[in-house]
């Protein structure tokens, strides 16, 4: 992960589930996904840019090898 630059804060995430019917009421699929709580930036101090703790391509791919040579 990337060091947070100075001076700057964290936006929280939570999680969103939906259910999705088919027309008969039947549950067809199961949805999830990710969302940032903007409602706790604040105007002019930290509303204008956003970073968000990714991680770096080689690590994905190391772990990618390490799971395929132990398996």
């Known amino acids: 992960m990337v060091p947070l630059p100075p001076g700057k804060s ?4 939570r ?3 939906k259910i999705k019917t088919n027309s008969n009421g039947s549950i067809e699929r199961y949805k999830a996904r990710l969302v940032a709580k903007g409602c706790s930036q ?3 101090m930290d509303y204008e840019e956003t970073f968000v703790p990714v991680a770096k391509i080689t690590t994905i791919h190391t772990l990618i ?3 395929s040579i132990c398996q």
């Open 65 to 67: 090898v390490v799971a």
């Open 42 to 44: 604040k105007y002019g």
């Open 10 to 13: 964290v936006v929280g995430c």
């Open 15 to 17: 999680w969103v589930y």
